[in-house]
Protein backbone atom coordinates (compact mmCIF):
# COMPACT_ATOMS: atom_id res chain seq x y z
CA UNK A 1 0.00 0.00 0.00
CA UNK A 2 1.75 3.08 -1.27
CA UNK A 3 1.09 6.45 1.25
CA UNK A 4 0.15 10.00 -0.65
CA UNK A 5 2.31 10.80 -3.23
CA UNK A 6 3.10 14.53 -3.80
CA UNK A 7 5.39 16.33 -6.08
CA UNK A 8 7.62 18.08 -6.52
CA UNK A 9 8.96 17.88 -3.50
CA UNK A 10 10.60 21.45 -3.43
CA UNK A 11 10.05 24.26 -5.75
CA UNK A 12 11.72 27.60 -6.08
CA UNK A 13 9.79 30.11 -8.24
CA UNK A 14 10.32 33.79 -8.53
CA UNK A 15 7.09 36.04 -7.86
CA UNK A 16 4.62 36.82 -9.92
CA UNK A 17 4.65 33.38 -11.09
CA UNK A 18 2.64 30.40 -11.04
CA UNK A 19 3.17 27.17 -9.45
CA UNK A 20 1.37 23.75 -9.26
CA UNK A 21 1.53 20.90 -6.95
CA UNK A 22 0.19 17.28 -7.39
CA UNK A 23 -1.35 14.91 -5.25
CA UNK A 24 -1.62 11.51 -5.48
CA UNK A 25 -4.24 10.24 -2.62
CA UNK A 26 -3.83 6.19 -1.07
CA UNK A 27 -5.93 4.09 -3.61
CA UNK A 28 -9.34 4.45 -2.54
CA UNK A 29 -9.36 6.95 -0.52
CA UNK A 30 -12.43 9.50 -1.36
CA UNK A 31 -11.62 12.45 0.81
CA UNK A 32 -8.54 14.68 0.05
CA UNK A 33 -7.20 17.35 1.60
CA UNK A 34 -4.80 20.40 1.23
CA UNK A 35 -3.12 21.54 4.20
CA UNK A 36 -0.21 24.40 4.41
CA UNK A 37 1.92 24.80 7.26
CA UNK A 38 4.75 27.77 7.97
CA UNK A 39 8.01 27.38 9.47
CA UNK A 40 7.18 26.67 13.56
CA UNK A 41 3.27 26.50 12.85
CA UNK A 42 1.19 23.52 12.56
CA UNK A 43 -0.31 22.81 9.62
CA UNK A 44 -3.71 24.87 8.36
CA UNK A 45 -6.20 23.64 6.46
CA UNK A 46 -6.70 25.06 3.33
CA UNK A 47 -9.43 23.14 1.24
CA UNK A 48 -10.75 19.37 1.04
CA UNK A 49 -12.78 17.42 -1.77
CA UNK A 50 -14.79 14.29 -1.54
CA UNK A 51 -14.13 12.48 -4.45
CA UNK A 52 -14.32 15.42 -7.26
CA UNK A 53 -16.46 17.49 -4.79
CA UNK A 54 -14.65 20.37 -3.26
CA UNK A 55 -16.68 20.46 -0.39
CA UNK A 56 -14.89 23.42 1.56
CA UNK A 57 -12.44 25.91 1.39
CA UNK A 58 -10.51 27.88 3.88
CA UNK A 59 -10.53 31.70 3.89
CA UNK A 60 -7.11 31.38 3.89
CA UNK A 61 -7.56 30.04 0.18
CA UNK A 62 -7.15 33.82 -1.67
CA UNK A 63 -8.78 33.92 -5.29
CA UNK A 64 -5.20 33.00 -6.55
CA UNK A 65 -4.98 29.50 -5.04
CA UNK A 66 -7.66 26.90 -6.88
CA UNK A 67 -7.51 23.18 -6.36
CA UNK A 68 -9.26 20.40 -8.73
CA UNK A 69 -9.53 17.09 -8.42
CA UNK A 70 -11.40 15.95 -12.02
CA UNK A 71 -11.44 12.41 -11.73
CA UNK A 72 -11.71 12.19 -7.85
CA UNK A 73 -8.23 10.63 -7.87
CA UNK A 74 -5.20 12.31 -7.77
CA UNK A 75 -5.55 16.38 -7.45
CA UNK A 76 -3.61 19.88 -7.90
CA UNK A 77 -3.05 22.86 -6.35
CA UNK A 78 -2.59 25.97 -8.01
CA UNK A 79 -1.20 29.26 -6.98
CA UNK A 80 -0.73 32.18 -9.79
CA UNK A 81 1.10 35.23 -9.32
CA UNK A 82 3.05 33.97 -6.25
CA UNK A 83 3.94 36.31 -3.72
CA UNK A 84 6.81 35.76 -0.90
CA UNK A 85 3.96 34.87 1.98
CA UNK A 86 3.73 31.64 -0.18
CA UNK A 87 6.32 30.77 0.96
CA UNK A 88 5.41 27.57 2.84
CA UNK A 89 4.86 23.35 2.93
CA UNK A 90 2.20 22.24 0.89
CA UNK A 91 0.78 19.15 2.53
CA UNK A 92 -1.78 16.84 0.71
CA UNK A 93 -3.81 13.95 2.56
CA UNK A 94 -6.27 11.65 2.36
CA UNK A 95 -8.67 9.56 4.29
CA UNK A 96 -10.78 6.51 3.77
CA UNK A 97 -14.52 6.38 2.72
CA UNK A 98 -17.14 4.84 5.01
CA UNK A 99 -15.81 5.22 8.89
CA UNK A 100 -16.96 8.59 10.10
CA UNK A 101 -15.68 8.03 13.80
CA UNK A 102 -12.49 10.09 13.72
CA UNK A 103 -11.08 8.79 9.86
CA UNK A 104 -7.29 8.31 10.48
CA UNK A 105 -5.50 11.10 7.64
CA UNK A 106 -3.02 10.11 6.00
CA UNK A 107 -0.35 13.15 5.21
CA UNK A 108 1.82 12.84 2.10
CA UNK A 109 5.15 13.99 2.85
CA UNK A 110 4.98 17.59 1.51
CA UNK A 111 5.74 20.64 -1.22
CA UNK A 112 7.99 23.12 -0.34
CA UNK A 113 7.45 26.26 -1.97
CA UNK A 114 9.99 29.10 -1.86
CA UNK A 115 9.05 32.34 -3.72
CA UNK A 116 12.00 34.84 -4.31
CA UNK B 1 -15.34 24.85 15.91
CA UNK B 2 -12.84 22.60 17.38
CA UNK B 3 -9.13 24.19 18.49
CA UNK B 4 -6.64 22.68 20.28
CA UNK B 5 -3.89 24.30 21.87
CA UNK B 6 -0.40 22.99 23.00
CA UNK B 7 1.20 24.18 25.91
CA UNK B 8 5.06 24.85 25.86
CA UNK B 9 6.72 25.19 21.98
CA UNK B 10 10.05 23.13 23.24
CA UNK B 11 10.68 20.28 25.67
CA UNK B 12 13.90 19.57 26.36
CA UNK B 13 14.53 15.72 28.15
CA UNK B 14 17.55 13.52 28.74
CA UNK B 15 17.53 9.97 27.09
CA UNK B 16 15.50 7.67 29.27
CA UNK B 17 13.53 10.39 30.68
CA UNK B 18 9.69 10.73 30.73
CA UNK B 19 8.44 12.67 27.78
CA UNK B 20 5.33 14.65 28.70
CA UNK B 21 3.85 17.05 26.08
CA UNK B 22 0.31 19.29 26.86
CA UNK B 23 -2.59 19.98 24.65
CA UNK B 24 -6.10 21.07 25.33
CA UNK B 25 -8.61 21.23 23.05
CA UNK B 26 -11.86 23.14 22.72
CA UNK B 27 -14.81 21.90 20.85
CA UNK B 28 -18.44 22.43 21.39
CA UNK B 29 -19.43 18.79 19.97
CA UNK B 30 -17.63 15.35 20.88
CA UNK B 31 -14.05 15.18 20.11
CA UNK B 32 -11.64 12.82 17.84
CA UNK B 33 -8.13 13.62 19.19
CA UNK B 34 -5.28 12.88 17.54
CA UNK B 35 -1.04 13.39 17.87
CA UNK B 36 1.11 13.04 14.92
CA UNK B 37 5.14 13.31 14.69
CA UNK B 38 7.00 15.25 11.91
CA UNK B 39 10.73 14.72 11.42
CA UNK B 40 12.71 17.42 9.56
CA UNK B 41 11.85 17.98 6.53
CA UNK B 42 9.07 14.76 6.03
CA UNK B 43 5.18 14.71 6.50
CA UNK B 44 2.98 13.91 9.45
CA UNK B 45 2.89 10.42 10.63
CA UNK B 46 -0.23 9.44 12.85
CA UNK B 47 1.00 8.33 16.48
CA UNK B 48 -2.33 7.49 18.08
CA UNK B 49 -6.16 8.87 18.27
CA UNK B 50 -9.13 9.02 20.89
CA UNK B 51 -12.05 8.22 18.65
CA UNK B 52 -14.54 7.76 22.55
CA UNK B 53 -13.60 4.36 22.98
CA UNK B 54 -10.88 3.75 25.89
CA UNK B 55 -9.77 6.65 27.12
CA UNK B 56 -5.95 5.62 27.90
CA UNK B 57 -5.12 5.35 23.96
CA UNK B 58 -1.48 3.82 23.06
CA UNK B 59 0.28 4.39 20.12
CA UNK B 60 3.49 3.55 18.22
CA UNK B 61 6.89 3.80 19.59
CA UNK B 62 5.76 3.29 23.21
CA UNK B 63 3.58 6.61 23.49
CA UNK B 64 0.14 7.02 24.80
CA UNK B 65 -2.14 9.57 25.53
CA UNK B 66 -5.30 10.07 27.84
CA UNK B 67 -8.20 11.62 27.00
CA UNK B 68 -9.55 13.83 30.46
CA UNK B 69 -12.98 15.14 29.43
CA UNK B 70 -13.15 16.78 32.76
CA UNK B 71 -9.87 18.85 32.06
CA UNK B 72 -10.41 18.79 28.01
CA UNK B 73 -6.85 17.58 27.98
CA UNK B 74 -5.09 14.65 25.85
CA UNK B 75 -1.46 15.27 27.05
CA UNK B 76 0.89 12.63 25.16
CA UNK B 77 3.31 10.69 27.17
CA UNK B 78 6.34 8.19 26.83
CA UNK B 79 8.01 6.49 29.70
CA UNK B 80 11.84 6.59 28.37
CA UNK B 81 12.21 8.85 25.73
CA UNK B 82 15.18 7.71 23.09
CA UNK B 83 17.41 9.92 20.86
CA UNK B 84 15.11 8.89 17.59
CA UNK B 85 12.29 10.81 19.19
CA UNK B 86 13.64 14.29 18.65
CA UNK B 87 11.04 15.52 16.47
CA UNK B 88 8.10 18.06 16.28
CA UNK B 89 4.68 16.91 17.80
CA UNK B 90 0.97 18.41 17.08
CA UNK B 91 -2.10 17.53 18.35
CA UNK B 92 -5.08 18.02 16.40
CA UNK B 93 -8.56 17.69 16.73
CA UNK B 94 -11.82 16.88 14.43
CA UNK B 95 -15.62 16.06 14.91
CA UNK B 96 -18.31 13.67 13.93
CA UNK B 97 -19.56 16.74 11.27
CA UNK B 98 -16.55 17.93 10.39
CA UNK B 99 -13.94 15.81 8.72
CA UNK B 100 -10.63 18.43 8.93
CA UNK B 101 -8.64 18.48 11.59
CA UNK B 102 -7.34 21.68 13.14
CA UNK B 103 -4.15 21.60 14.60
CA UNK B 104 -2.05 22.96 17.44
CA UNK B 105 1.46 25.08 16.63
CA UNK B 106 3.54 21.92 17.81
CA UNK B 107 5.91 21.10 20.17
CA UNK B 108 9.27 20.54 19.29
CA UNK B 109 11.14 17.26 21.53
CA UNK B 110 15.14 17.39 22.00
CA UNK B 111 16.25 14.84 23.47
CA UNK B 112 19.86 14.86 25.24
CA UNK B 113 22.20 11.95 25.91
Known amino acids: DTGVSQNPRHKITKRGQNVTFRCDPI?????LYWYRQTLGQGPEFLTY????????KSRLLSDRFSAERPKGSFSTLEIQRTEQGDSAMYLC??????????????FGEGSWLTVV | AQSVTQLGSHVSVSEGALVLLRCNYS??????LFWYVQYPNQGLQLLLK??????LVKGINGFEAEFKKSETSFHLTKPSAHMSDAAEYFC???????????FGAGTTVTVRA
Open chain 1, 27 to 31: SEHNR
Open chain 2, 50 to 55: YTSAAT
Open chain 2, 92 to 102: AVSSSNDYKLS
Open chain 1, 93 to 106: ASSAPGQTLGNTIY
Open chain 1, 49 to 56: FQNEAQLE
Open chain 2, 27 to 32: SSVPPY
